[in-house]
C-alpha cells in the first residue's frame, strides 16, 4: 500500500500569471514516455512484481522506496501545470468569450477537457501509454531500463526548463533535476552491486552539472542529491546495502533517511466560473454545508 500524505514535495511560487504555453510544454514531463507517470509506472509495477524478494531485498527496497517519491513527483508536475494555467481566463458573460485565450493555446485540452489543470498525457495531447513500461521481470534487465529512463527523463527536464523562464515550471524542474540525478545514481549502484560493471563512472548524462541549474543549485546546497527515503517504513532500510558510499558526482557520503522529505502544502486552486468549475454557486455551497453539519 502507498499512504497519502496532503503535501507536495516542495513549495511552488503563486504565480500572479500562468503560462499557458509553458503548461503545454511541461505537459510532457507528466505523460510523455520520459515524464512521470512513466517513471511511476515502471517501478510501480516492478516492485509489484518483484520475484523472489526474500534473496534480492536490497533491490527490491531501492525500487519500492523511489516508486513512493515518485507518486509525489507526477502530483508535483500536476501541480506545477495547475499553476501555470492561472489566470489564462476570466469570468464573464459566455457570449463574449471568456475562454478566448484557448485559441492561441497549444495545448487546447487543458480549456475543453480538463479546466485548465494538468492532464494525464503528452506535450501533443496523447493520453499516457502503458506501452512505457519496462518489467520484464529480469532484474539486471530492469535496473538498464530504469537507469536509462531516468537519463531519458534528466534530458527531457532540461529541455523543458531551456524553453520556458516562467519560475513556477523551472522551480519544479529544479528539483526534480536534483531528485532524478539522484535517481540515476540509485539505479547506477544497484547495477554496479548486480552485475560488478562500474556504470556510475558514466555519469553525469547528459555531462552537465546541476549546479549549472540556478533553481536546481539550492536543492544541490540542501543536500538533496545524496539521499533516499525509507517513508517511515524500517523494513525498507536493507537500500542501506546498496546506497552507501560517495556521491559519484559530489564526493558527498550518501544518506538513506528514515522518513520522508518535509514536503509543503498544496495550493488551494481558485474556483474558475468560466469553466464551470467546480460549479457551485454561493448558495449552493450553504446548501451543501448545511447538509455536511446535519452529518457530523
Not at 529480469?138 to 527531457?156: F, M
Not at 527515503?229 to 552507501?244: A, H, N, R, S, V
Request: aromatic share 10%; hydrophobic share 40%; glycine share 8%.
Amino acid at each position: 500500500m502507498i499512504k497519502r500524505v496532503n503535501r507536495i514535495a516542495i513549495e511552488l511560487p503563486m504565480p500572479k500569471h500562468g503560462d499557458m504555453k509553458a503548461a503545454a510544454a511541461v505537459q510532457d514531463l507528466m505523460g510523455g514516455k520520459f515524464g512521470e507517470m512513466s517513471t511511476l509506472n515502471n517501478y510501480m509495477f516492478q516492485s509489484f512484481n518483484f520475484r523472489d524478494r526474500k534473496n534480492f531485498k536490497p533491490f527490491y527496497d531501492i525500487i519500492a522506496s523511489i516508486t513512493a517519491e515518485e507518486f509525489g513527483h507526477v502530483e508535483l508536475v500536476a501541480t506545477a501545470i495547475n499553476l501555470l494555467s492561472y489566470g489564462n481566463t476570466f469570468p464573464g458573460d459566455p457570449d463574449i468569450a471568456p475562454l478566448q485565450n484557448g485559441k492561441h493555446s497549444n495545448y487546447p485540452l487543458h480549456f475543453t477537457a480538463t479546466a485548465q489543470t494538468a492532464y494525464p498525457g503528452d506535450a501533443m495531447g496523447r493520453p499516457w501509454n502503458g506501452e512505457f513500461v519496462n518489467n520484464s521481470g529480469n532484474l539486471v534487465s530492469d535496473l538498464l531500463a530504469n537507469y536509462l529512463l531516468e537519463i531519458g527523463a534528466r534530458t527531457h527536464k532540461m529541455r523543458v526548463y531551456e524553453m520556458t523562464d516562467h519560475p513556477v515550471a523551472r522551480e519544479m524542474i529544479g528539483y526534480l533535476l536534483v531528485r532524478g540525478g539522484t535517481h540515476i545514481i540509485a539505479y547506477a549502484k544497484a547495477l554496479e552491486v548486480a552485475t560488478g560493471v562500474e556504470v556510475g563512472k558514466m555519469l553525469p548524462v547528459p555531462d552537465l552539472s546541476n549546479n549549472k541549474f540556478d533553481y536546481a543549485k539550492k536543492f544541490m546546497d540542501q543536500g538533496l542529491y545524496n539521499v533516499l527515503y525509507t517513508w517511515g517504513e524500517k523494513e525498507y532500510l536493507d537500500m542501506k546495502q546498496i546506497w552507501k558510499g560517495p556521491n559519484p558526482e559530489t564526493g558527498e557520503q550518501l544518506i538513506v533517511i528514515d522518513g520522508m522529505p518535509k514536503g509543503a502544502p498544496p495550493p488551494d486552486l481558485p474556483a474558475v466560473p468560466e469553466q464551470f468549475a467546480p460549479g457551485i454557486d454561493r448558495d449552493d455551497y450553504e446548501r451543501i454545508l448545511k447538509r455536511l453539519k446535519s452529518n457530523m
